[in-house]
């Protein structure tokens, strides 16, 4: 699903790192439950493959047994980065959430909205919204088969 939004220079992020209360609703989502953030970002990002619930859950999970959930949301961070091709490294994005997961989060979430996604719609949402993926049902025939 190929989705427009804001144009943007080749390889660069709309949306700065440290830009996280341009968007507050998005920032507050973040700083009070940032599962949801990263299940959000997760379903649009793995294209529907891997749901909310499931990606927010397994953050959940890591973060309060481990302390290493930003390893978790770093991996979609690299994987949007990639898809998109903006600038960046798979080191840099790892550090990025270790620092400030938050900021990082915040703005993998911008750059969605940015690319014209309505995240909180999930990647199924945005696909009726844009009527793409709508399945066909098999043609019917008139009259039934006759030989």
Known sequence: MEVKGKPQAEGEWSTGFCDSCSDCSSCCMT???????VGRIAEIVDKGSTSCCAAGALYMLLTWFTGCGFIYSCHYRTKMRKQYNLKGSECGDCFKHFCCERCALTQAYRELTNRGFDVPLGWQGNAERQNVGVAMGAPVVQGGMMR
């Open 31 to 37: 700083c009070w439950c940032p599962c949801v953030t």
